[in-house]
């Protein structure tokens, strides 16, 4: 079964008047792992494509996509596969790979039909692509590493780049993730942008001791968030990211927890979210105490 939704492209500015359920309407893709289905969300950033695979104990086969415009999906588009499940075959232009728990595959414009199989939880991320590649599994030994952080400042982690110059050569998508270390919560502080990028972002918890952020790129645009997080976890995570804030505010300043709390969509926009962080300051014996309403 495939579901298909389409997302527009919003201004920087319009963005910055939506509520809480206009952001998450416009920038979070919800229920993309469904067993037996294929879910795309076709994006008028670039014409990228994000979306996720489960056959479950079938066989899914994605092909015709009415929003690409061409026959067969990737005629002239180039994807990107992370197995984020356990081992599974993806099948496409008369080959099939077996995918582990964390490799990634890489398939050229032209590969026609790609077929899923076995227990595997298949991310997919596609681009426009003018030039053709050879399809390529990069497994995570074969993965260009980069060890960052520290566990004192609770951003241990390693930055493994599969669709890479360093690694292989693509038309326009870089895929990669981020695996967090045991005990480390995060990894873009300070946050920031990529004016030449456009990179959804994806969370994915493997085990109790490790949880990874996936992220692809396409060259070209201001860089624009997509999380697919479900509802029920951006609600149940929303006292601990609360919690965190109280604690980055005294060792970051304000700006540094605004910016951080907007991006786990905590807040509706930068004005409340600014007003909510000043009822988190400690009150003087001047100022009473606050009330801690939630947005």
């Given at each position: 079964m495939l579901n298909v939704v389409t997302r527009y492209a919003i201004h920087a500015e319009h963005a910055k008047g939506m509520d809480t359920d206009a952001l998450r309407e416009n920038f979070l893709a919800e229920s993309l792992f469904v067993e037996g289905e294929i879910n795309l969300v076709y994006t008028h950033y670039d014409r990228m494509v994000l979306g996720g695979a489960v056959p479950g104990s079938g066989v899914l086969t994605l092909d015709h996509v009415d929003q690409a415009g061409t026959p067969s999906?990737?005629?002239?588009?180039?994807m990107g596969v992370v197995n984020i499940g356990d081992a599974g075959t993806v099948s496409a232009g008369g080959e099939t790979w077996s995918l582990n728990r964390g490799d990634v595959l890489y398939l050229g414009s032209g590969s026609g039909p790609v077929t899923f199989e076995g227990a595997g939880r298949y991310y997919l991320a596609s681009t426009p692509a003018h030039r053709n590649f050879?399809?390529?599994?990069?497994?995570?030994?074969?993965?260009?590493k980069m060890s960052l952080g520290s566990s004192e400042t609770s951003n241990q982690r390693t930055i493994n780049q599969f669709i890479h110059p360093l690694v292989m050569e693509s038309c326009q998508l870089v895929m990669g993730y981020t695996a967090l270390e045991v005990g480390s919560v995060w990894n873009t502080m300070p946050a920031h942008t990529h004016d030449g990028a456009w990179r959804p972002i994806s969370t994915s918890t493997w085990t109790r001791t490790l949880a990874s952020s996936i992220s692809w790129v396409s060259r070209r645009r201001p860089a624009t968030w997509f999380s697919p997080m479900s509802k029920r976890r951006s609600r149940r995570h929303g006292p601990f990211i609360r919690r965190r804030a109280r604690r980055i505010i005294p060792l970051f300043g304000p700006w540094v927890a605004t910016t951080w709390t907007t991006r786990t969509w905590i807040s509706s926009s930068p004005a409340k979210c600014g007003k909510w962080l000043e009822s988190l300051r400690k009150p003087t014996a001047r100022e009473g105490k606050h009330e801690h309403k939630p947005i």
């Open positions: 999906f990737l005629d002239r588009r180039e050879p399809s390529r599994l990069i497994t995570i030994d074969e993965a260009e």
